[in-house]
T-cell receptor, first 114, second 113 residues
Framework: TQLLEQSPQFLSIQEGENLTVYCNSSSVFSSLQWYRQEPGEGPVLLVTVVTGGEVKKLKRLTFQFGDARKDSSLHITAAQTGDTGLYLC??????????????FGKGTKLSVIP | KAGVTQTPRYLIKTRGQQVTLSCSPISGHRSVSWYQQTPGQGLQFLFEYFSETQRNKGNFPGRFSGRQFSNSRSEMNVSTLELGDSALYLCASSLVESTDTQYFGPGTRLTVL
């Protein structure tokens, strides 16, 4: 069974601060996705990384996939109140039966205080 | 283009009852996946349907079942409800392949009393 550990579970910061969220596993994934979920809504895809060592930037968000494709990080620069939400990482891979499946971490709940 | 819709949005049931949840995918999407989200376990994969056939299944008991219709709409059913089934049930649709981007609906919040 593939597991993804996210840290920290909870994060409360002041507007303007920087933060990093981590997603770690002992398993290798073919891709790694990051989602943001707001209360009362489903997760929304932010980015997909597929190559070991890959770095992607989305405005103030920087995503990195580990060289061994087992871990990833999300860095937010100058956080804003609109960044508040639950951040989920999800690893994509094939099960023993040959079916592709997403395995989600439990999430990091981010609160940005004005 | 309309997003994924799920009905009902909220549901309260008692132990032992059964429940059916509905999901309408984005127009043109043929794959529908279901997930259970709880604070303790996070998002867990239930099953995936494509062309009216179950293509993939997670590690949930047989009380959890689903189906997909010819128009790609999907339903999931939970029989003999238990307190631990209280959760947010999310549906996600994708174009064809499991590896395609999944678009999530807002979920159905099920409370079992």
């Amino acid at each position: 069974t593939q597991l993804l550990e996210q840290s920290p579970q909870f994060l409360s910061i002041q507007e303007g601060e920087n933060l990093t969220v981590y997603c770690n596993s002992s398993s290798v994934f073919s891709s790694l996705q990051w989602y943001r979920q707001e209360p009362g809504e489903g997760p929304v895809l932010l980015v997909t990384v597929v190559t070991g060592g890959e770095v992607k930037k989305l405005k103030r968000l920087t995503f990195q996939f580990g060289d061994a494709r087992k871990d990833s990080s999300l860095h937010i620069t100058a956080a804003q109140t609109g960044d508040t939400g639950l951040y989920l990482c999800a690893g994509g891979g094939y099960s023993g039966a040959g079916s592709y499946q997403l395995t989600f971490g439990k999430g990091t709940k981010l609160s940005v205080i004005p | 283009k309309a997003g994924v819709t799920q009905t009902p949005r909220y549901l309260i049931k008692t132990r032992g009852q059964q429940v059916t949840l509905s999901c309408s995918p984005i127009s043109g999407h043929r794959s529908v996946s279901w997930y259970q989200q709880t604070p303790g376990q996070g998002l867990q994969f239930l099953f995936e349907y494509f062309s009216e056939t179950q293509r993939n299944k997670g590690n949930f008991p047989g009380r959890f079942s689903g189906r997909q219709f010819s128009n790609s709409r999907s339903e999931m059913n939970v029989s003999t409800l238990e307190l631990g089934d209280s959760a947010l049930y999310l549906c996600a649709s994708s174009l064809v392949e499991s590896t395609d981007t999944q678009y999530f609906g807002p979920g159905t919040r099920l409370t079992v009393l």
